[in-house]
């Protein structure tokens, strides 16, 4: 199954930036479809961003299309999303999910990823 670390998130004012990282272990991390996840208090987890096995057809959520850019360094075993123009509704925690497949399916589809990290905060202030 492995494991998945988050960090990066913090306090930032709203049209800051912030990096986030995830650290993957005990998976081949190449074979897996990579994604990050939201949740604001109050809310449903949303899809926010996710990768395929090469990094070359990554899809995002249309709230942050254009603002955010996820990305994967295969060699590291890691996950990024690099946040810009960050808005006081990015405010959630964030998550990131691991999937062995299939290829068929959204990346967007929760139900899919079947590791997950433990989450790291993200506050943006107006």
């Known amino acids: 199954q492995g494991q998945l670390s988050e960090s990066g998130g913090g306090l930032v004012q709203a049209g800051g930036s912030l990096r986030l990282s995830c650290q993957t272990s005990?998976?081949?991390?190449?074979?897996?479809?990579m994604a990050w996840f939201r949740q604001a208090p109050g809310k449903e987890r949303e899809f926010v961003a996710g990768?395929?096995?090469?990094?070359?057809?990554?899809s995002y959520a249309d709230a942050v299309k254009g603002r955010f850019t996820i990305s994967r360094d295969n060699a590291k075993n890691t996950l990024y999303l690099q946040m810009n123009s960050l808005k006081p509704e990015d405010t959630a925690v964030y998550y990131c999910?691991?999937?062995?497949?299939?290829?068929?399916?959204?990346?967007?589809?929760?139900?899919?990823?079947?590791?997950w990290g433990q989450g790291t905060q993200v506050t943006v202030s107006s």
């Open positions: 999910a691991a999937s062995g497949g299939p290829a068929g399916v959204s990346l967007s589809t929760a139900s899919r990823y079947r590791t």
């Open positions: 005990g998976l081949t991390f190449s074979m897996y479809y």
């Open positions: 990768i395929s096995l090469s990094g070359l057809t990554p």
